[in-house]
């Protein structure tokens, strides 16, 4: 939200100094290192790994809503009609776009940001400075995320495949029953426009699907932080 392309580098740069003035005073004694020597600098490097671990496992989480809404606008026939994602800067599926949207609306309603700042300070009390980085197994655990997203993305298009599959199988038998009919002439924007229902019903388990997705992070989040 804060770290797309359509916020100016200045005011990220804003918030991460907000965030760094917020989680200061809150962070256990820190080292006295010397600013000149090589020590600082492998220090730095620990924790940006850090950071970028936790942040990367964050986009993640976002990206599997992305992973379901293309699933779904595959199987209805809205895989061409893609927009510029103005966050990331590549071309999404409308549909993605709309789980995106209400995924980051969900998240700070519920205060997942708030939640976000205390993994900060928790990585802080968890792997003190200068008593090592994430462990090997998190960086597995970062490598197989993969898998969890396309998971996670196929649970959550599975109802609406499902549904819009077994249209198209009754409309393969009625191709074959009545070869002279054009059926498939119908069936395009009739299986769109059932996807189109399919996906507005499907908005009533949304909440159930976001809260056990983001469980799964946090639960993968914090075994991310394991002092290696």
């Given at each position: ?25 809150l ?97 802080f ?15 597995w ?14 649970l959550?298009?599975?109802?609406a ?21 054009n059926?498939?002439?119908?069936g395009?924007p009739?299986?769109?426009?059932f996807?189109?229902?399919i ?30």
């Amino acid at each position: 939200m804060i770290g797309t392309q359509l916020v100016p580098v200045r005011v990220r740069l804003g918030f991460a100094v907000a965030v760094t003035l917020v989680v200061l005073p809150l962070l256990p004694s820190l080292p006295i290192i010397d600013g000149l020597s090589f020590s600082l600098y492998v220090l730095i490097a620990q924790q940006l790994l850090i950071g970028f671990a936790l942040g990367f496992f964050v986009q993640i989480f976002f990206q599997v809503f992305i992973v379901g809404g293309q699933m779904i606008s595959s199987q209805m026939g809205l895989g061409f009609a893609s927009i510029s994602d103005p966050a990331n800067g590549v071309s999404v599926v409308v549909l993605s776009q709309f789980y995106l949207m209400t995924i980051m609306m969900l998240f700070l309603s519920m205060n997942g940001h708030i939640v976000l700042i205390d993994v900060i300070i928790d990585s802080f009390r968890i792997i003190p400075i200068g008593e090592g980085t994430v462990s090997s197994s998190s960086m597995w655990s970062i490598a197989a995320s993969g898998g969890w997203m396309f998971a996670g993305g196929l649970l959550m298009a599975l109802p609406a495949v499902i549904a819009i599959l077994v249209v198209n199988l009754a409309f393969g038998v009625m191709t074959k029953a009545a070869p002279q009919l054009n059926i498939f002439a119908i069936g395009f924007p009739f299986t769109m426009v059932f996807g189109l229902f399919i996906a507005w019903v499907s908005l009533e388990g949304f909440l159930g699907q976001y809260q056990r997705i983001a469980d799964e992070a946090l639960d993968i989040l914090a075994n991310l932080l394991v002092v290696g």
